[in-house]
């Protein structure tokens, strides 16, 4: 899948990725992530899915779409866990995109589609991505068995106040991310990105936590950034989230809403 350098989807890759009977010690990326969990619940399948509302540093967003199969072998992607994150390694070579056939998004009143070629979606324009506006999604079905999500409900953005753009992120040390705090969660995203494979193999390493929004700071562990690699620049975004996860047929597909101030660069150091 073709995301914008989010996520993330900010990423069905899953990130994590959940399964609704486990509890959140935590997706998704622009996934912008999968890229397709936001928080470190255990995987119930190797087969993910990802729809994503993103708007970045305004109330105007994009909607796109992921699904793919992954073995839980080096050939796939493989997933480890520490309080409330998830680092999902991808390097591509088992990954296979799957079609799910038309997507259509109801953004409030607006109807959006998304037409998959080659189990490809590119994103498109979702308007207006207002804080507080429905988002429900429903997709034809095709490898991918038709399915209905939502509706989630798009948050506000938090205002983001460390780290900052161009900062060095040393992987032997935890990574601190502070914000105005607000209502609902957090959902932060840490991407090093490739430009070969379908999505998730374009999403090499990915760490995705959730947090409560009221406490204003987070803690991604080290034992989380250590597994970054160094010499390479990562795509930090930290956002208001709201999600809910649906399966059908052998895929787990997460339906996600996120709202970020700005997207973030950080150099990877020793």
């Known amino acids: 899948m073709r995301y914008a350098p989010l996520v ?49 540093g305004s109330t105007s967003g994009q909607l796109a779409a992921g699904f793919y199969e992954t073995p839980t072998t080096a050939a796939g992607c493989t997933w480890t866990y520490s309080g409330p994150c998830s680092l999902t390694t991808c390097v591509g070579a088992g990954i296979t995109a799957a079609d799910a056939g038309v997507i259509t998004g109801m953004i409030g009143t607006n109807a959006v589609t998304l037409t998959p070629a080659n189990a490809t979606y590119n994103q498109t324009s979702a308007g207006a991505l207002t804080p507080g506006t429905a988002i429900q999604v429903s997709a034809a079905g095709n490898t991918v068995p038709a399915f209905t999500a939502g509706p989630v409900t798009m948050p506000t953005a938090v205002a983001v106040t460390a780290p900052t753009t161009g900062s060095m992120l040393s992987k032997a040390s935890a990574l601190t991310t502070t914000w105005t705090a607000g209502t609902g969660d957090v959902y932060v995203n840490l991407s090093q990105m490739t430009n070969g494979g379908p999505y998730p193999a374009s999403h090499a390493r990915t760490i995705r936590c959730t947090f409560p929004s009221q406490d204003g700071t987070a803690t991604v562990p080290a034992d989380m ?10 795509q930090l975004v930290v956002g208001g989230v709201d999600l809910t996860t649906v399966v059908s047929g052998a895929y787990e597909i997460e339906l996600r809403a996120l709202a970020v101030d700005s997207v973030r660069q950080l150099n990877v150091v020793p």
């Open 8 to 56: 993330f989807m900010i990423a069905a890759c899953g990130g994590g990725d959940d399964s609704p009977s486990n509890p959140r010690d935590d997706g998704g990326i622009i996934e912008p992530s999968p890229d397709a969990m936001p928080d470190a619940r255990v995987p119930i399948t190797t087969h993910r899915g990802l729809v994503q509302a993103v708007a970045i």
């Open 225 to 234: 950034i250590g597994g970054l690699e160094s010499g390479m620049s990562v």
